[in-house]
């Protein structure tokens, strides 16, 4: 995938493996308004979460922030990427200038509405 | 600020944990061996463990729940963290399209054996972020006891 933010990381593959984030886990789901995309993102507060758009493309973006001593050190790493980074494309006929974010204890909801003509509407069949 | 918590911990077995991994993947089992109350990667929630010269400090990567909802509990040196996460999937709907259903719901538990100077009095847990943080404390270390020979 082309992204110009991993680019200019240090190509040693230590350094790579050390910042290449994690893609969250997310739920997504459609309904006749539009489209809910749910993304897991323990740790990652309202100033660190980035959602962008760039052309169709959806980039969701959190930096983990643990508030950590300064003599710290690691017994134990489950989570190995401080960072979480999930591109999307979008589909025409949905409104990207209309979509809602909403983070709430880890988790992002992004509601992105579909554009008023793109909602299905039934057609009357007119006898005669 | 040390970015060092998730790493794992380096040390001499480091290589031969990194080759038993390689191993259990190519058998077709997930995970790393570890102590016997980590589970296979991939678990939730995720749990990564720092040390300061004070404390222990626990992160349960636990998002959307209710803090109220969280259990914790210590008992004989072993932390237990156990709660449940509801589906967000609204059900009833028959024209809802589900593309993506990767987070993980249903009752969880999780566990981590503590070191012998954790003072399991004193423990405080806190949620934020989606992220519930366990301190407990450490206990002083003894300082090394001189017996004169009679």
Redo the contacts between chains.
């Keep these: 995938m082309s992204d110009r933010k991993e680019l200019t990381t240090p190509t040693n593959a230590a350094a790579d493996t050390a910042t290449r984030p994690v893609a969250p886990a997310v739920d997504i789901f459609e309904d006749a308004g539009g489209i809910t995309l749910l993304a897991d993102m323990p740790g990652v507060s309202r100033e660190s979460l980035e959602v962008h758009l760039d052309g169709d493309e959806l980039a969701v973006e959190g930096r983990v922030e643990l508030q950590l001593q300064e003599d710290m050190r690691s017994v134990w790493a489950e989570v190995q990427a401080p960072r979480f980074r999930r591109v999307f494309t979008l589909s025409r006929e949905l409104d990207a200038g209309r979509i809602e974010a909403n983070l709430k204890d880890g988790v992002l909801q992004l509601r992105i509405p579909k554009q008023a003509q793109a909602q299905a509407r039934r057609i009357e069949v007119r006898a005669g | ?9 380096q040390g001499l077995f480091d290589q031969i944990d990194a080759m038993h991994r390689l191993l259990s993947r190519s058998l077709g089992v997930e995970g790393s061996p ?1 102590t016997i109350r ?1 589970v296979a ?1 991939g ?1 939730f ?9 004070r404390s ?2 626990v ?1 349960v ?5 209710d803090a109220s909802s969280i259990d914790v509990v210590v008992e004989r040196n072993v932390l237990k963290v156990s709660g449940e996460r509801k589906s ?3 059900r009833g ?1 028959n ?10 719901v249903g009752r969880f538990v999780r566990a ?1 054996s503590l070191p012998e100077d954790a003072n399991t009095e004193s423990v405080e847990a806190r ?1 934020k ?3 519930l ?1 366990v301190t407990i404390a450490l206990v002083e270390p003894k300082q090394p006891q001189r017996i004169t020979v009679q």
């Design positions: 600020m040390p970015a060092t918590l998730f790493a794992r911990p570890g980590s990667q678990a929630p995720e749990i990564n463990v720092g040390r300061t010269a222990l400090e992160f990567f636990a998002p959307g729940l967000d999937i609204p709907d024209n809802l399209q589900l593309y993506a259903n990767e987070r993980p981590v949620y972020d989606g992220i943080r």
